[in-house]
């Protein structure tokens, strides 16, 4: 049981302790915040070229997701549309707590792993300030992107209609596994699993509670999937854009299955 303790603590960590990065972990804790460091900044800068450039969003019946709902205001048409749209899903993306660990850990290093110290702070998390209430902006957030999304999978149906005939591309796939990504991405939030499963000690007790429990079973199961949805719908958007975009530009052809 000592030799138990006296291992334990070699892996205490404490803020500012000896310098931020300091640990007694020999593995490669640093790994994972690099790698996400690295595509949290390749998916920033290519979105907010993408979302500002405001030009080849659209080719043929496809639209790209970073334009859905394509939004255009009379006088302000020397704004990218992009930017009306975009604040819904970084707003959902930014306050998900996956990504907020993903972040804190990344850019902040607050800390970058468990056991290893962070930069000399006082640290006071999110339990003040304008952070505290990122969970309760978070809910709000959810519902404005289930709108988007249910926005989304009308356009990938739409993707099936060349011209008043019915056809498929390879466009429509990447728009249809787009809306599907982010759909399990969507519907894994923690704030949804709390929505349909929280505040209920007996699901059998209530009204409908077999359809809730079925409900909370299916988003408890998207849940314990949700950084890998997270990354891979993230970077799912981005393909979808630049397939429009190269499409748009005459860069590529769009492969006709029928």
């Known amino acids: 049981m000592q030799d138990l303790q006296t291992r334990n603590q070699t892996f205490v960590a404490h803020v500012g302790e000896g310098g931020a990065g300091q640990t007694a972990r020999r593995d490669g804790w640093w790994i994972?915040?690099?790698?996400?460091?690295?595509?949290?900044?390749?998916?920033?800068?290519?979105?907010?070229?993408?979302?500002?450039v405001g030009t080849n969003y659209?080719?043929?019946?496809?639209?790209?997701?970073?334009?859905?709902?394509?939004?255009r205001i009379p006088g302000l048409a020397w704004i990218s549309p992009a930017i009306f749209v975009l604040w819904v899903p970084l707003g959902f993306r930014g306050s998900c707590y996956y990504y907020r660990k993903a972040y804190y850990r990344a850019f902040l290093w607050s800390p970058p792993a468990?056991?290893?110290?962070?930069?000399?702070?006082?640290?006071?998390g999110e339990s003040g300030g304008w952070m505290?209430?990122?969970?309760?902006?978070?809910?709000?957030?959810?519902?404005l992107s289930i709108i988007v999304l249910a926005?989304?999978?009308?356009?990938?149906?739409r993707a099936f209609d060349f011209d008043g005939h019915f056809g498929l591309g390879l466009g429509?796939?990447?728009?249809?596994?787009?809306?599907?990504?982010?759909?399990?991405?969507?519907?894994?939030?923690?704030?949804?699993?709390?929505?349909?499963?929280?505040?209920?000690?007996?699901?059998?007790c209530g009204t409908?509670?077999?359809?809730?429990?079925?409900?909370?079973?299916?988003?408890?199961?998207?849940?314990?999937?949700?950084?890998?949805?997270?990354?891979?719908?993230?970077?799912?958007?981005?393909?979808?854009d630049?397939?429009?975009?190269?499409?748009?530009?005459?860069?590529?052809?769009?492969?006709?299955?029928?």
């Open 208 to 240: 409908g509670g077999d359809l809730r429990y079925r409900g909370w079973k299916i988003v408890s199961y998207l849940t314990g999937q949700h950084p890998m949805w997270a990354w891979l719908s993230l970077y799912m958007v981005a393909i979808a």
């Open 172 to 204: 429509t796939i990447v728009l249809l596994v787009n809306a599907a990504m982010l759909t399990a991405f969507t519907f894994g939030c923690h704030a949804l699993r709390s929505l349909v499963g929280g505040n209920q000690k007996c699901f059998a």
């Open 242 to 258: 630049l397939y429009v975009r190269l499409l748009a530009a005459g860069v590529l052809q769009d492969p006709r299955i029928f």
């Open 114 to 124: 468990c056991a290893v110290s962070e930069r000399p702070k006082e640290y006071r």
């Open 151 to 157: 926005i989304l999978w009308y356009d990938a149906f």
């Open 132 to 143: 505290y209430w990122l969970p309760v902006l978070h809910r709000w957030f959810l519902y």
């Open 32 to 52: 994972e915040p690099t790698l996400v460091t690295i595509g949290l900044v390749v998916f920033i800068i290519y979105s907010t070229w993408a979302a500002l």
């Open 58 to 71: 659209q080719s043929g019946p496809y639209i790209s997701p970073f334009y859905s709902p394509l939004i």
